[in-house]
Nanobody, 122 residues
Framework: QVQLVESGGGLVQAGESLRLSCAASGIFFSIDDMGWYRQAPGKQRELVASISRGGSTKYADSVKGRFTISRNNAKNSIYLQMSSLKSEDTAVYYC????????????????WGQGTQVTVSS
């Protein structure tokens, strides 16, 4: 069984910081790209930030300069450091990863975490 588990969500005041973590567990060979998505009620799920295995990053314009994504390949984990939080950042944040299984066909499959709630009060 393979799963992604997020942690670190919570309730904070505008202007404060929060750090999200996501750890992949189970049987797989390695992890390729990973990223953070978020979804607010009534809105589509959107990409917040992504990071390749080599460390190349991308950010949504709305969070650039405020959020930082990083990863620890040895721990099969990624992190999202969020600063200067705004009420507009309120959403459920989801971890996403492309897991490589190797072996026959060297298969890659995409997985989602269960999500963690981030609420920013004004």
């Amino acid at each position: 069984q393979v799963q992604l588990v997020e942690s670190g969500g919570g309730l904070v005041q505008a202007g404060e910081s929060l750090r999200l973590s996501c750890a992949a567990s189970g049987i797989f060979f390695s992890i390729d790209d990973m990223g953070w998505y978020r979804q607010a009620p009534g809105k589509q799920r959107e990409l917040v930030a992504s990071i390749s295995r080599g460390g190349s990053t991308k950010y949504a314009d709305s969070v650039k300069g405020r959020f930082t994504i990083s990863r620890n390949n040895a721990k099969n984990s990624i992190y999202l450091q969020m600063s200067s939080l705004k009420s507009e950042d309120t959403a459920v944040y989801y971890c996403n990863a492309d897991l490589r299984f190797g072996g026959f066909g060297n298969r890659v499959a995409n997985y989602w975490g269960q999500g963690t709630q981030v609420t920013v009060s004004s």
